[in-house]
Structures are given as structure tokens and as C-alpha cells.
């Protein structure tokens, strides 16, 4: 259940409420909102206990959440929530947030290229692996410890975000001072520790859906980064596996919206892993700018018939100019700043 606590209710009174939660043996999980706080309560419920805290000071109303994940749910936060990024970028809010970059690091030389040219079309963060999930241990794996240099160079020259995705929970803390945020791969989407290692984290998380993973699991995941206390948690669709073969996997865009129903927490889309070719890419983009997503994670390389992963799926530097150009009226027609 969600405590809706009244607006103007002092720190003193929130605290209170959150002690007298503990108190009663439930766990905690208030949530800060611009006009709303909001204490989400876990743990079993009495009808006895619910009007103990329903009579408490400060308290407007009190809303069950049914669904199994309790902290993901859209009830906890209705107006949905906004996430700050770092560097004065926030997802959730009037802003599509363009994320871009290669699928693996290569060298500097290959990281800054793309990182320049992704900054001057305007994205807002620059993706990147250092380790990557590869389905053959015989091909590429990410340049792995040696990148993390790489990555603290390109991030302070150019004064750019990064995401970069974390394989293990171990690399939580490897990767924690070169990174702005996690991403969660699709193959890790229910790696428990590894969700549970982010949630303890204080980064954003971008939890890419399982390409196998229904909604409901895909927000049961989030939630094991939200009960540990991180509240910065973005959902991703990426596609699933369907018996079509004409491209990688099927992009869902249905999960757009549904997910926003669904839960408060922003969605983006990944274009290049559902499409596997990049002719298709921008046509994804736009649906998925359309369809209400908050953001846009897609891979551009500077020589994608030489990049040692994902080549044929990445637009290259002219491509993704006309991509941030071309995006525009359609962010504008949804109401959205890109
Ligand atoms: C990636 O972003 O490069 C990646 C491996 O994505 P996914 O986990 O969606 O396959
Ligand atoms: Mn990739």
C-alpha cells in the first residue's frame, strides 16, 4: 500500500509517519515527489494496523497496490517520475532523451569520434560497452578492464553522460566512478544480485527487457533495484524473439504505452537490437517517440562496416545527424522537446 501524505506536511510530520511504519514492523520506501511525497509500505498487512496509520497526522489517504510490484506500480506515483541524469538532464519529463553511441568501445580514437559527433546532433548521453555480452565466448568480448580509462577520458573531455552496461555485480563498483548510468542487458534482466547490487547503488539503472520477458517480469526486475533503495530505475524495450526472421528481434511497441499504465517509471526504446539492421532504425525511433517514449538508446558507429559488433545495425555519423534532425517535428507533434 501507498500512504498519500497531505501536501505541505512538515519533514517532521513525514518522519514521523515513517517511524510509526517501521514501528508496526512493515519496511518503509518513502518517495520524494516535486508536489506529492508518498510512503510506500511493504510487508503484511492487518485492517488494524492500516487505520492505526490512517489516523496518523499528515496522512491524506491510503491506496492498496494490488499488483505484485509494489514500488513500480503507477499508483505509487501517478504523475510519473522524472529522474535526473546528471549534468542538468532529467528522463520522465517534456524531453526526449536521446542516448547514442557504439555497441562496443574500440579504441579512444573510435569512442571520441562518436562521442563528438553524437554531442554536436544533439544526443544527451553517449552509450558504450567495455563488457559485452557476447553469445560465443570465441567473439569480442568489450575491451573490459581497459576500457574503464578509456571511458573516464572521453566522459571529462567531452563533458558528456555515459552508459555503459554492467555484466556482473561485480562491475558495479569497477564501473561505478566512469559511468552515469547502469545498464542492465537483456540476457541479465534476471540476474538477481546484479539488479540487487545496482539497487544499492547511487546511479540510474536502465533495465533492458528480457528479449523473452513479459511486462510484468520486466517490472518485477525493476523492483528488485527499488526495494533496495535506488529510485532511479528506467525501463527499456528492446524487442523480443518472434518467429519473424527479417529482422533481429520484434520491436513491442505496444509496451510503450502499456508499460507507462503499467508503471511511474520512464521508458525508452532501443531500436538497433530489435531492428539488427540499421535501414530500419529511424522509422523505430519516430513509432517509438510517438507512442510516448521518454527516451531513445541507439547504436552509431564511425565505420559500422568495420565495427567489431552490432555493424549492421548502426547508423553511421550522417545517418544519425538526419535521424536527430528528422526526430524532431515528431517529438514536437507528441509534445516533447528532444
Ligand atoms: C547492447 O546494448 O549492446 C546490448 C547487448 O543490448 P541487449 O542487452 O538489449 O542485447
Ligand atoms: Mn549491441
Do not use: W
Not at 172 to 201: H, P, W
Amino acid at each position: 500500500m501507498v500512504i498519500v501524505v497531505k501536501t505541505g506536511a512538515t519533514q517532521e510530520v513525514v518522519q514521523n509517519l515513517i517511524d510509526k511504519v517501521a514501528e508496526l514492523g512493515f519496511t518503509p520506501h518513502p518517495i520524494y515527489g516535486v508536489e506529492k511525497t508518498v510512503v510506500a509500505v511493504i510487508g503484511d498487512k492487518t485492517q488494524e494496523k492500516i487505520e492505526m496509520l490512517e489516523s496518523m497526522p499528515g496522512v491524506e489517504r491510503i491506496v492498496p497496490i494490488l499488483q505484485p510490484y509494489k514500488l513500480a506500480a503507477r499508483d505509487v506515483r501517478p504523475e510519473g517520475t522524472e529522474i535526473e541524469l546528471g549534468r542538468g538532464v532529467t528522463i520522465g519529463g517534456k524531453r526526449v532523451v536521446m542516448m547514442a553511441g557504439p555497441c562496443a568501445i574500440e579504441s579512444a580514437d573510435q569512442y571520441l569520434t562518436i562521442g563528438r559527433y553524437v554531442k554536436q546532433a544533439g544526443g544527451a548521453v553517449l552509450r558504450g560497452g567495455i563488457f559485452k555480452p557476447r553469445t560465443s565466448p570465441h567473439d569480442f568480448q568489450g575491451l573490459r578492464e581497459d576500457g574503464l580509462p578509456i571511458l573516464r577520458q572521453v566522459r571529462e573531455e567531452l563533458d558528456i553522460l555515459l552508459i555503459s552496461e554492467v555484466l556482473d555485480p561485480r562491475g558495479v563498483e569497477l564501473m561505478y566512478d566512469v559511468v552515469d548510468i547502469f545498464q542492465i542487458g537483456t540476457r541479465n534482466m534476471q540476474n538477481f544480485s546484479l539488479l540487487t547490487e545496482c539497487g544499492k547503488a547511487d546511479k540510474p539503472v536502465v533495465i533492458k527487457r528480457g528479449m523473452c520477458a513479459t511486462l510484468d517480469d520486466l517490472l518485477k526486475a525493476a523492483e528488485y533495484v527499488l526495494v533496495e533503495g535506488n529510485r532511479r530505475v528506467i525501463l527499456c524495450e528492446r524487442g523480443v524473439r518472434t518467429f519473424e526472421t527479417q529482422y533481429r528481434n520484434t520491436l513491442d511497441i505496444s509496451a510503450v504505452p502499456a508499460l507507462k499504465a503499467m508503471s511511474h517509471l520512464p521508458v525508452i526504446v532501443d531500436p538497433s537490437h530489435a531492428a539488427g539492421r540499421s535501414d530500419i532504425v529511424p522509422a523505430l525511433c519516430k513509432a517509438a517517440v510517438a507512442a510516448g517514449a521518454d527516451g531513445l538508446l541507439v547504436e552509431t558507429h564511425c565505420a559500422p562496416q568495420e565495427a567489431l559488433v552490432d555493424g549492421s545495425q548502426a547508423v553511421d555519423a550522417g545517418a544519425f545527424q538526419e535521424l536527430m534532425a528528422d526526430l524532431k517535428p515528431f517529438a514536437q507533434a507528441a509534445g516533447r522537446t528532444l
